[in-house]
Each structure stands twice: as structure tokens, then as C-alpha cells.
């Protein structure tokens, strides 16, 4: 499957990879999967999703605020999600914006980056920025 979502950090956060011709249909399959167990939704601290390796994504304005919905559901079980989009591509890096503006409202921080350095760094900073206030 062009899309995975694997657990890490003890559960703590999710791992979201795509990968070569990615479908709207098989993100949407993965996230309704997640959401299935509000559980480990409950403990998700952060979320990093890396698209570097999708070669073409053909989903719809449409399927991507499918997405968003979904996420929104998924806020409604854990409004404190830190999530990082990875899209080194322009056309990638526009529909995770895209999928972001979408999100706005929800509850989520979220930000998209071009490389996982900078993703990683963020959500490190986010993440420590949370801890030290009251």
C-alpha cells in the first residue's frame, strides 16, 4: 500500500509514509483505520507524514477535505496533535496546504516543511514549547 501509518515513540506518535502513485482513497482507508481505535488516537502526541517518495498523487480537492473531516473526527478524540507534513515536491507541498487550511480550525498545530530535518526540529521545539508552559 502506498500509504502506511506505524506507531511510535511508544505510541506516542504516528509515522504516516506514502509512497509512489498515491490515491486520496488510500489515505482516507488508513486515517478511518486509525480513528476505528479512539484509544491510540487518545495517546498521539505527534504525527509526521512524509510524502518525499510519492512520485504522483491525483486526489481531488474533494478527497482532501475527506481527509481533513477525518482528521477533524480525530481532533474530536485528541485536540492536541502535533503534526509535520513532509512534501519536497511544489505540487505535494501545495496539497498538504491545502489539507492545512482545511484543518485550521480543528484544535491540531500543523505545518508543512520541505525536508524532515526541519519537520523534526519543529515538532521538537513545539513539543518542548508545550512542556515548559503551565
Do not use: H
Not at 495517546?43 to 517518495?53: A, R, T
Not at 473526527?73 to 513532509?86: D, I, K
Not at 480550525?105 to 521538537?124: C, H, K, L, P, Y
Request: with cysteine.
Amino acid at each position: 500500500m502506498p500509504f502506511t501509518a506505524e506507531f511510535i515513540e511508544q505510541g506516542r506518535g504516528v509515522l504516516y509514509v506514502g509512497a509512489g502513485v498515491l490515491q486520496g482513497s488510500e489515505v482516507l482507508a488508513v486515517k478511518a483505520e486509525l480513528l476505528a481505535n479512539p484509544d491510540r488516537v487518545r495517546n498521539i502526541v505527534f504525527s509526521i507524514v512524509l510524502l518525499g517518495d510519492v512520485t504522483e498523487c491525483p486526489a481531488t480537492t474533494a478527497e482532501i477535505r475527506q481527509i481533513a473531516l477525518v482528521d477533524q473526527q480525530m481532533a474530536q478524540v485528541n485536540p492536541n496533535v502535533v503534526l509535520a507534513a513532509v512534501a519536497p515536491q511544489d505540487l505535494l507541498f501545495g496539497m498538504a496546504r491545502m489539507w492545512q487550511a482545511f484543518t485550521d480550525t480543528i484544535g491540531w498545530q500543523t505545518a508543512v516543511f520541505r525536508t524532515r530535518a526541519e519537520a523534526d526540529e519543529w515538532i521538537s521545539a513545539t513539543l518542548a514549547s508545550r512542556a515548559a508552559s503551565p
